[in-house]
């Protein structure tokens, strides 16, 4: 019987297969076939702690006995005021306000209509967004709109605004970056967008923390607002908690979702400043911020980011990011000569299968994963860059049987 689910990111007029997975512990995926595949990608750089962690699995439960969902507009409950004021004690000041959403694509979304309420509100005209080459932000219309424009966003062309774009930061050329974008300084922008340190869908391409310092003291000379998109990058991916703290810099509005709930249901916050939250304080209803969903806040989703947040205060999480980022480089020296530009930061170890960076559309991606699928690991190549980000709980064994996975696929 033919399934009447819609894939994302997936041509089903391919065939391609599509395992069902009927439950997770730790770092693997176990189908109803009886397979145990090792999750070597966070399940979309998700997971962070594993599959279904005690501490969270016993948040969510608690909580669904309690509150399951109310409005928040007009209305607050104790799981979303106690993670907020636990946010704020765990980022850096000046992030002293809080607003919830649902994803990544749509904490982005929140950011950018902060900042455009920001300037409207103070009845200043800024409004020109400058965005990273090669960057992704989502897949909603804000978010496809400060992304790279290519296949991901070619059929939706006419939905989408002008951006002001600078040079992506490669090696050698890194003050050609912050030359184009003090350039557009003086043009008065709204906002910068970044992904700090890691482009993710871009490639997994790395830029140095003092490309990223240059950019934000430009924002700051010059009024704009430094928007930092760590949906992908936050909760120690690249090594620390947030991936500006490597260039000891502070945004006006940070991105956070994914491992906010160390990956378990879906739950996004947008921090901002104090002076953003201000500009739309007024007496004026009409200087408020339009902007929420059904499910703003869910109670659920906050008791299991509150249980992550725990996990980070009370757990050791920082040493085994830095032990699974050690157990990464020896296993990414191995592959010398297997593949091209093998990189690291943090947790992340990326690759090129072929000399030269390829499209996302490369033929050679479905053909890898179908072979390490076969080798039960789960591994999604962006076009022919390979990357391997597993949960920081893996194991050993595991991440050997990733590699000898890697070595055996792009060796043949």
């Given at each position: 019987m033919t399934s009447p689910v819609w894939h994302p990111f997936t041509q089903h007029g391919l065939n391609?297969?599509?395992?069902?997975v009927a439950r997770a512990q730790g770092a693997a995926l176990f189908t109803q076939d009886g397979r145990r595949v090792i999750d070597a990608i966070s399940s979309w750089w998700v997971t962070t702690h594993g599959h279904c962690h005690p501490r969270i699995v016993a948040a969510i439960r608690d909580q669904a006995e309690t509150l399951d969902q109310m409005i928040f507009a007009g209305w607050t409950h104790e799981p979303a005021e106690a993670l907020a004021r636990e946010l704020v004690a765990m980022m850096p000041p000046p992030l002293a306000h809080v607003f919830y959403s649902d994803?990544?694509?749509?904490?982005v979304e929140v950011a950018l209509k902060m900042a455009l309420g920001h300037f409207a509100n103070r009845g200043e005209d800024r409004s020109r967004i400058v965005v990273m080459a090669d960057s992704y932000h989502g897949d909603t219309v804000g978010g496809m709109s400060v992304g790279a424009r290519g296949v991901f966003s070619r059929s939706y062309a006419p939905l989408l605004f002008d951006v002001d774009v600078i040079p992506f930061p490669a090696p050698g050329a890194e003050q050609d970056t912050l030359d184009a974008f003090e350039r557009l300084c003086r043009t008065r922008p709204a906002a910068l967008i970044v992904e700090p340190l890691?482009?993710?869908?871009?490639?997994?391409?790395?830029?140095?923390?003092?490309?990223?310092?240059?950019?934000?003291?430009?924002?700051?000379?010059?009024?704009?607002?430094?928007?930092?998109?760590?949906?992908?990058?936050?909760?120690?991916?690249?090594?620390t908690l947030l991936a500006c703290e490597q260039a000891g810099v502070v945004p006006d509005l940070l991105c956070l979702s994914k491992g906010l709930t160390g990956g378990a249901v879906p739950l996004a916050v947008t921090m901002a400043t104090r002076e953003i939250f201000e500009s739309h304080w007024s007496t004026d209803r009409a200087k408020m911020f339009f902007h929420s969903s059904s499910y703003t806040a869910n109670p659920i989703a906050c008791a299991a980011a509150r249980a992550n947040l725990a996990i980070w205060r009370e757990e050791p999480v920082r040493a085994r990011i830095a032990d699974l980022a050690a157990r990464q480089a020896v296993h990414a020296a191995a592959l010398d000569g297997v593949a091209n530009n093998i990189r690291q930061l943090g947790t992340v170890v990326a690759m090129e299968v072929e000399t030269a960076q390829g499209s996302y559309m490369s033929e050679l991606a479905p053909r890898l994963m179908a072979q390490f699928r076969a080798r039960d690991v789960l591994l999604r190549p962006l076009g022919n860059t390979l990357y391997v980000m597993p949960p920081y709980c893996i194991s050993d064994a595991d991440l050997a049987l990733v590699y000898a996975a890697i070595g055996a696929v792009l060796g043949g």
């Open positions: 391609e297969p599509v395992p069902l994803s990544g694509s749509t904490s890691l482009l993710g869908a871009g490639g997994m391409k790395i830029y140095p923390p003092s490309v990223l310092r240059g950019l934000r003291d430009l924002c700051a000379a010059h009024g704009v607002l430094f928007i930092a998109d760590e949906v992908m990058t936050g909760w120690g991916r690249t090594g």
